[in-house]
């Protein structure tokens, strides 16, 4: 099975392109690529951004879109509204599953995303999305409302899904507590919440990357979208909780994990 990865190249290996790729590489799945963006990046921070012009973006997709069968799509680091509008296009045109993880800010708090691309996203992307996964920031600039308890991720979700998108994914990594659970809301369907035990640590970098890769990957192989969600979760759990410990800074997330654990990794479902 093929999938296909549009984002920014993360120089640091965690999140973006590369992290894309090793998610899709562990799950079985073969991995092409759409580099929107190329940074200068490790655990410190984002030390600068290059963007690639729009048009070079569009011929790297439509080369892929003319010789490999892509089974599943997803986005990550659009930066532009040119790069928005040129991805929205052709993808516009396919019917094969697309996740859009709204990639804005990164974990150092460089914005990733410049902020006149904010409506191009909602405009051009959402309508036509299969799965759309912010956390809760990301939430919160997409609906324009504040985000501290469950009513407000519901009504965001709402929000969002009156866009277009067809489930939302509302990840809750950045609320308190123990647990951290992402709500789903789909369309005409009802809610569902997966969660896992919090596991305190600073090596976070390209959990939102890692976590969307992961059901990009499952819908590619053909599965249902709750199952996509929930193994995603599991991969995303096990890359999170047990780390590599590599860097200064917010290290990378353990690729490596989910196959080392086979898939033991437990998350509750309800």
């Known amino acids: ?93 396919t019917n094969i599953p697309l996740v859009i993880d709204p990639v804005m800010i990164a974990k150092g708090g460089q914005s990733l995303l410049l902020q006149e691309a904010v409506s191009a996203f909602k405009q051009y992307l959402l309508p036509f999305s299969t799965v759309c996964t912010p956390n809760i920031p990301e939430a919160e600039v997409l609906t324009g409302i504040p985000i501290k308890t469950q009513q407000d991720i519901e009504k965001a979700a709402h929000i969002l899904l009156e866009e277009g998108v067809k489930c939302v994914v509302i990840k809750g990594g950045h609320l308190q507590g123990n647990l951290a659970t992402d709500a789903i809301y789909q369309q005409n369907e009802l809610p569902f919440y997966v969660e896992t035990d919090r596991f305190e640590t600073q090596h976070t970098h390209g959990t939102g990357c890692t976590f969307s890769a992961a059901l990009t990957a499952g819908l590619a192989k053909g599965m249902k979208l709750r199952e996509a969600i929930i193994e995603g979760k599991r991969f995303v759990d096990a890359a999170i909780k047990h780390p590599l410990n590599i860097g200064q800074g917010f290290g990378p997330t353990n690729h490596f994990a989910y196959q080392q654990l086979q898939k033991e990794q437990a998350v509750h479902v309800f």
């Open 1 to 93: 099975m093929i999938a296909c990865t549009i984002a920014g190249s993360d120089s640091g290996g965690g999140a973006g392109i590369q992290a894309d790729l090793k998610t899709f590489q562990e799950l079985k799945v073969f991995g092409t690529s759409v580099i929107t963006a190329l940074t200068a990046q490790n655990t410190l921070g984002v030390h600068g951004v290059y963007p690639i012009e729009a048009a070079f973006v569009e011929a790297q997709l439509a080369a892929i879109l003319a010789d490999f069968d892509v089974k599943a799509i997803k986005t990550g680091m659009l930066f532009d509204a040119s790069i928005i509008q040129a991805v929205a296009v052709q993808l516009k045109e």
